[in-house]
């Protein structure tokens, strides 16, 4: 039997009133958001997130903008498909981001039991400092977990992490729709920051985006974190 987490009204309200248009009716970027949220509580978890799309109606009450793309506070690290992270290298995304800077992680923070391993990923809680420069950004991370296996296809389903609530490489028939996630990544190696969807499509609810640094379509991501940060 799926036990179902439970969210105050308390949580779903400051969540759908705290959804803002872009004044200037172009997304924020990750890094952007991050800063506008700073003082604020921070972008939210991917788990609230997952808790707000999955086993709230809060999606009811937004049926009119069709869907709204919301951007989580951790990111996903991966090896290009089917290769693994190699020992003694930084993890460098390939695609840089819209101003020109290639992000990186730093060899060391990679875990031991990440490397030289195929099938692996990571799923990062960021500091709240990390090294921007003209060239770069150097990603410092808080926390890592190891996600074993991770998703190799650009689209693709499978069992929920119960902890990142990611989807993992475990086929999912027969498994009930709350232990199903999607996910996205690119076929090449990536740091990417999290993103969901807040829709009334139970599939796109579903979906845990992480392919691109900077493009979140039409409405920027900014909940309103609720007064007890260890919801969060």
Request: glycine share 6%; net charge neutral.
């Amino acid at each position: 039997m799926t036990t179902k987490p439970v969210l105050s009204e308390f949580d779903i309200e400051l969540a759908l009133d705290s959804l803002e248009k872009d004044p200037k009716e172009v997304s924020l970027c990750w890094l952007e958001a991050r800063e506008v949220r700073r003082d604020k509580g921070g972008l939210p978890s991917n788990v609230f997130l997952d808790d707000v799309l999955i086993y709230s109606d809060a999606w009811k009450k937004v049926r009119e903008n069709s869907y709204v793309p919301l951007w989580a506070r951790e990111l996903e690290a991966y090896p290009k498909k089917n290769g693994v992270f190699e020992d003694g290298k930084d993890l460098e995304d390939p695609y840089p981001d819209n101003e020109g800077r290639i992000w990186r992680l730093p060899r060391r923070y990679i875990p031991r039991e990440a490397r030289e391993r195929k099938g692996v990923g990571l799923f990062i809680l960021p500091a709240s400092y990390l090294e921007i420069t003209k060239w770069e950004v150097v990603i410092i991370p808080e926390k890592i977990t190891v996600l074993y296996p991770f998703i190799q296809s650009r689209t693709g389903g499978g069992k929920v992490d119960k902890e990142t609530r990611v989807p993992l490489a475990v086929p999912y028939t027969g498994l009930h729709a709350d232990q199903v996630r999607y996910g996205t990544r690119s076929k090449e190696a990536g740091i990417k920051p999290i993103f969901r969807y807040l829709t009334e499509d139970y599939t796109y609810r579903r979906c845990v985006d992480s392919y691109d640094h900077d493009v979140l379509p039409h409405l920027s991501s900014v909940f309103t974190p609720p007064k007890d940060p260890r919801r969060w």
